[in-house]
């Protein structure tokens, strides 16, 4: 089982080297900002790229990007890592685990790299916004990356982690939104009692 995950990481490793950082980083800002148009976030998407507004669906409103459009940025940092560490699913039973969470642990906030540049945040607003959510993060880059060590079906799951991504995105919007428009309890006014 452990020699199993190793080779399958070995060939994701390469699979990402090879394919997802050249061909595939396009198809997954479509399919991201697809999700966020369908889910009524074309305010936001719009700023960001071309929209057809009179377009019948989601996928045809898009047009093409006005600024830089990158799903998740290429980073040798994260490959490196990867590779580092590969050796620690031989250990036995804790190895495949242990593995996941801490590549997960860096992967998941590559995630929402889209979103965090849909929204302008700086890289401490980044920063933040991930810490507040890291456990969260690290959970779904777990899943995103044995799901993509999947054989024949990574690239599959692939997009469908791009679709996952937008959805929780919405959700995290939507909170947003809602916390932006919540009304301040008005402040009362404390005056010194003439008695």
Do not use: C
């Not at 070995?10 to 699979?15: D, L, R």
């Not at 992967?107 to 790299?113: E, Y």
């Not at 599959?156 to 919007?173: D, I, K, Q």
């Amino acid at each position: 089982l452990n020699a199993t995950f190793l080779v399958l990481g070995e060939g994701a490793a390469i699979t990402a080297l090879l394919f997802e950082a050249v061909f595939v980083d396009e198809t997954l800002v479509d399919v991201f900002d697809g999700v966020l148009v369908n889910e009524g976030f074309e305010d936001l998407v719009g700023q960001a790229r071309i929209l057809d507004r009179e377009a019948e669906d989601a996928v045809k409103k898009l047009g093409k990007p006005t600024k830089s459009a990158v799903y998740s940025p290429f980073s040798f940092r994260q490959i490196i890592e990867f590779i580092i560490f590969l050796p620690i699913n031989l250990i036995p039973a804790a190895g495949v685990p242990l593995f996941l969470v801490l590549t997960g642990y860096r992967a998941g906030p590559f995630h929402h790299w889209r979103y965090f540049k849909l929204l302008d945040f700086t890289k401490k607003e980044r920063k933040k916004f991930i810490q507040q959510r890291q456990m969260s993060y690290t959970g779904f880059g777990m899943v995103a990356l044995a799901l993509q060590l999947v054989p024949v079906l990574s690239m599959f799951f692939l997009l469908t982690t791009a679709a996952g991504s937008a959805l929780w995105a919405v959700r995290m919007e939507d909170a947003r939104r809602a916390a932006q428009t919540e009304p301040t309890p008005p402040q009362e006014s404390y005056r010194d009692d003439p008695a």
